[in-house]
């Protein structure tokens, strides 16, 4: 049997990079360049195909990977190997779920004293210390727009898997925290038309028309559209345990829709959405005591003499 020579499998695999550098390096320059990241939707089709075609369905199973070197990255190479103990909560998407960014998630023994006087040496010359991007990582000098290194991973982890909800949510969060609302309303977008009527989604979509772009009326259209596709949902996955993340949601969107009818002052309106926060919200004394000045302010509107 004849042997293939080395220089064609050597060509084979230059001829792969190249192929695969085409599809990933435009990507990223879309995202690297913050000014032009709206555009990034061009080309999504023929970029899943070549996914698809490469990789098929299983390409799903790399989402989760892509989404990891986010987080690596987000620490500047200070992170667990397959070999450490591995993280359970990802520290880059804390922020995009409302919660404070746990500086110690990522342990600074994970890696454990050194076995010996070489290991000690070799961690003088790798990454040692638990930083992150937006803090001026592990130099505490470095801007915080060198979070937009991140993106790219984000960007594909949901080429891998258009069903990876956390990873639209996290990448839209993190442009906006670069200051480009559009790229990350164009994301969400993304993620909304992969996965319709998604409640987490419509969320942060509603956040972002009311904080960003200041438009008040599509924010509760969004709200609305978000508060009808929770109630629709399975009502076991709503009073589970493990739906103790949808209760949070539900008390958001609830308390987002109250906050816009007083600014309004349809205070009988933020009343009813008030009372349906307090079902779920662990908040609820706080909650009776908005609820309370809500139909204060409401009688003391009916009450007001008629010009």
Avoid at 38 to 47: R, T, V
Avoid at 84 to 94: G, I, K, L, P
């Amino acid at each position: 049997m004849k042997r293939t020579s080395p220089y064609w499998l050597l060509a084979l695999l230059l001829t792969l990079c190249v192929t695969l550098a085409t599809v990933f390096v435009a990507r990223a320059a879309w995202w690297n360049e913050v000014a032009r990241a709206a555009d990034w939707n061009k080309g999504q089709a023929a970029a899943d195909n070549v996914f698809k075609l490469l990789l098929g369905e299983g390409r799903r199973l790399f989402g989760n990977e892509m989404f990891v070197m986010a987080d690596t990255y987000f620490h500047s190479g200070y992170y667990p190997s397959i070999f450490d103990r591995q993280e359970t909560d990802h520290d880059v998407a804390m922020p995009a779920h409302g919660q404070v960014e746990d500086k110690n998630s990522t342990s600074d023994d994970f890696l454990g004293p050194p076995p010996d006087w070489i290991a000690a040496l070799h961690r003088h010359f790798v990454p040692n210390t638990h930083t992150h991007l937006d803090d001026g990582g592990p130099s505490g000098h470095m801007r915080e727009t060198e979070v937009q290194e991140i993106l790219p991973w984000l960007k594909l982890a949901t080429d891998m898997n258009p069903q990876y909800i956390d990873a639209y949510r996290v990448g839209g969060y993190w442009l906006r925290r670069l200051h480009n609302s559009a790229a990350a309303r164009d994301f969400l977008f993304e993620g909304l038309h992969n996965n319709p009527g998604n409640t987490e989604l419509l969320f942060d979509l509603g956040w972002l028309y009311n904080k960003d772009f200041h438009d008040v009326n599509r924010a509760r259209n969004v709200w609305l559209a978000a508060l009808r596709s929770w109630q629709a949902e399975d009502i076991n996955t709503r009073t589970s345990v493990d739906g103790a993340e949808g209760k949070r949601l539900y008390d958001d969107i609830t308390v987002n829709l109250a906050q816009l009818e007083e600014h309004a002052g349809n205070w009988s309106q933020a009343v009813k959405y008030l009372e349906m926060a307090k079902q779920v919200s662990p908040y609820s004394n706080d909650i009776q005591k908005q609820i309370d000045e809500a139909k204060a302010n409401m009688t003391g509107q009916s009450g007001a003499p008629k010009p």
